[in-house]
């Protein structure tokens, strides 16, 4: 795909493009959103360098792509109930992300894509990974395809935002949705690309409808091992005022905590999606 007003450079066949040419605090035109909205959408995640961006300049960013969401269970800072933030030092007693997962897939209609933007990370390690949910699909048998492509699968979230790194707020987005649950199919096809891909993952999903408890824990089990497949991945590195921005509906990440005590700090603007089909 041509682009004039971007560079995009890929870090890996299955996903992951570093794109560069583009000041992100800056208002963006329309050619360079379209370019960028291009990248991601043939490359699934994308990385940015340098980019030093106030909260709200990251928000203006992410409302190109879409509303914002806001999280069932972390409030952001003061005034920006938008933000996600993302903070590990050494007192902490979890790092977000550290499993496989897609965000808030237990909501009815899941974010669409999620912007981190790190302001400070560690001198080493601290790495996110990502893997192409449209790899590990198309890396199953015809058979398998049309298994689970008849299938729907439970999300749930109160055992995610009960414990662990979201628990550490307590406060939540609304009574009645604090724990969102939902049924989405297991292969979901991408609104804008057409492209298929697996759509269940460790952090949310909890059975699949209309198996016995075995058959679906068996299932699931597969699908969980078979997207850890390292050719379906990449790896990114951060550095200091880097961001990463990743299509929810076909990538799923999980964040490395291998730099305790070091910190690691930044913050994510999550954008609305639609309901999988
Ligand atoms: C997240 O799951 O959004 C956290 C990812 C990271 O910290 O790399």
Redesign the pocket.
């Known amino acids: 795909m041509p682009y004039e007003t971007i560079e995009v450079s890929p870090i890996s066949p299955a996903l992951g493009a570093e794109i560069s040419g583009v000041n992100l605090a800056e208002p963006l035109g329309n050619q360079a959103f379209s370019e960028i909205h291009d990248a991601l959408m043939e490359h699934q995640v994308i990385f940015f360098r340098d980019q030093e961006l106030t909260l709200d300049q990251h928000k203006d960013f992410g409302r190109r792509f879409g509303e914002l969401h806001i999280h069932p269970a972390m409030p952001g800072p003061e005034g920006h109930p938008e933000i996600?933030v993302?903070h590990?030092d050494e007192n902490s007693k979890y790092?977000?992300?550290?499993g496989w997962?897609t965000?808030v897939s237990a909501d009815i209609e899941p974010p669409m894509g999620?912007i981190?933007h790190?302001h400070q990370v560690p001198e080493s390690g601290?790495?996110?990974m990502f893997a192409s949910m449209y790899a590990a699909y198309e890396a199953l048998s015809d058979d398998m395809k049309s298994f689970l492509g008849d299938l729907q699968a439970h999300h749930e979230s109160e055992h995610v935002h009960s414990r662990g790194y979201v628990s550490r707020s307590g406060k939540l987005r609304d009574g009645e949705n604090a724990y969102p649950a939902a049924l989405h199919p297991i292969v979901r096809t991408h609104p804008v690309t057409g492209r298929k891909g697996i759509y269940v993952n460790s952090g949310f999903t909890t059975r699949i409808e209309g198996l016995s408890a075995t058959e679906s824990r068996a299932v699931l089990d597969f699908l969980f091992k078979h997207i850890e497949t390292p050719e379906f991945h990449c790896r990114?590195s951060?550095r200091n005022n880097s961001i990463?921005f990743w299509d929810n509906r076909c990538v799923q990440?999980?964040?490395?905590w291998d730099y305790r005590p070091h910190v690691?700090s930044?913050h994510?603007v999550?954008v609305k999606g639609d309901r999988p089909v």
Not at 95 to 98: F, N, P, R, V
């Open positions: 996600l993302i590990t790092a977000a992300g550290q997962h965000d999620s981190l790190l601290g790495d996110t990114f951060w990463a990440h999980r964040a490395l690691r930044g994510r999550t």
